[in-house]
């Protein structure tokens, strides 16, 4: 019987997709046979004896010989248990804004009945740190109990000089505590915990250290610790104390562990602490965020794509936000529909609704990546500027290859 249906035209989208969103990023091969296995025995066994192998490498991605816990969720799980644990309700807390997660931190923060003010910095450019030490120098009743500071914001893909923060708070002799998030750039950017005198530390499982989303972290030290004596938010799960270094295992959860996932971040850690180091991810993801920003360099031309951060020393090294007047939802839709390539939408760029927000896509370049994907990612994008017939220059390619080349050399 013949088959008188339209024969599909064929696809170049089929085969390996490639997702190049800022998290979650991709998870290599070996987390996911790491995590195909039958339910364990969560009283005692190996899970008990690897979930403590996890605690160490956690504190050196991070930096710090402080607390770390464990919590079944993400990002906004740990907004939430970080302020829980160090706020009584009617504290005022002090955000300095680079991009819309810095917004969702202060409405987790009114959530629970803290006072919010923020300095707000725009989308494109990073902290000043000397203005959040003028405001902690004015605030002489000491009302300001922590600076909630977004390390790498990955709406906008600002990155911010936590060091000089923490100098400036030091200088201006104020007792705030210094809380970190770092969901976007933990395991990717140069982060250094107890280096930079940061109290609390929030990160998740999902970007840089390439596990499916569902868990996050938070690191703190004592300082932070003391904080907890006076909370009245803290209830009894999301309290961490009672998580950290416990005698019986299902404190670490508050319940049952998030069984899998452990066996994942598992395989990830082996991968990124023990096999790569944490210091040479750190170059791999500067290396290969140079390239991506070579090629726009390349591309960029009046109307057509512009990076959202201009100076390169402020720009994350695991996500790029990019400015395509009118045309970023085209080009997204366009690479992954033909070519199998996902970028991220403008998150936070624009209102929703708003036509400006179709101006706008994003490039994540966290984890799992390579000079070849990259280069594949890249190579995509160009296609895409082609096909729709978008005003871009010449040479992105050759300049990303020339970046990988010296670096291989």
């Keep these: 019987m013949r088959d008188d249906s339209p024969t599909p035209r064929p696809s170049l989208a089929n085969g390996p997709m490639t997702l190049a969103i800022p998290g979650p990023s991709i998870v290599p091969d070996r987390v996911l046979r790491a995590m195909h296995r039958p339910s364990p025995n969560i009283y005692h066994g190996p899970l008990v004896d690897l979930t403590h192998s996890l605690i160490p490498d956690l504190k050196q991605v991070a930096r710090t010989l402080h607390n770390a816990t464990i919590y079944i969720g993400n990002g906004h799980a740990v907004w939430e248990a970080s302020l829980a644990n160090t706020h009584a309700r009617g504290d005022l807390v002090l955000i300095p804004r680079t991009g819309t997660f810095a917004d969702g931190w202060g409405e987790m923060a009114r959530g629970l009945g803290l006072r919010v003010e923020y300095i707000d910095f725009g989308n494109r450019s990073p902290m000043d740190a000397a203005a959040i030490g003028a405001r902690l120098r004015d605030d002489k009743d000491l009302e300001i109990k922590s600076v909630l500071a977004v390390h790498v914001d990955t709406s906008s893909s600002v990155r911010s000089d ?100 452990l066996y994942g971040l598992r395989e990830a850690l082996d991968m990124l602490v023990h096999e790569e180091g944490i210091d040479n991810a750190w170059a791999r993801h500067a290396t290969l965020a140079r390239a991506l920003w070579a090629a726009f360099a390349a591309w960029e031309t009046p109307g057509g794509l512009e990076l959202n951060v201009r100076d390169p020393a402020h720009r994350s090294h695991a996500v790029t936000a990019v400015r395509l007047p009118e045309n970023a939802t085209r080009l997204r839709e366009w690479t992954e529909e033909e070519l199998g390539l996902t970028l991220g939408i403008g998150l936070g760029m624009a209102p929703l609704g708003d036509p400006a927000w179709h101006g706008f896509f994003r490039v994540g370049h966290m984890g799992h990546v390579s000079g070849h994907s990259m280069m594949g990612t890249l190579g995509a994008i160009e296609a895409g500027l082609r096909a729709l017939d978008l005003p871009h220059g010449p040479g992105a390619l050759a300049a990303a290859a020339s970046v990988l080349a010296a670096s291989a050399t």
């Design 162 to 261: 936590i060091a000089a923060i923490r100098a400036e708070m030091d200088a201006a002799g104020h007792p705030a505590l210094l809380q970190v998030d770092c969901m976007a750039s933990l395991g990717c950017d140069v982060f250094e915990m107890d280096e930079w005198g940061v109290d609390v530390t929030i990160a998740g499982c999902q970007k840089g250290l390439m596990t499916p989303a569902g868990m996050a972290f938070v690191f703190y030290n004592d300082k932070a610790d003391r904080a907890r004596d006076r909370s009245d938010c803290a209830t009894g799960y999301w309290d961490w104390r009672p998580r950290t270094n416990p005698e019986v295992y299902f404190r670490y959860f508050n319940g049952t562990g998030p069984t899998h996932h």
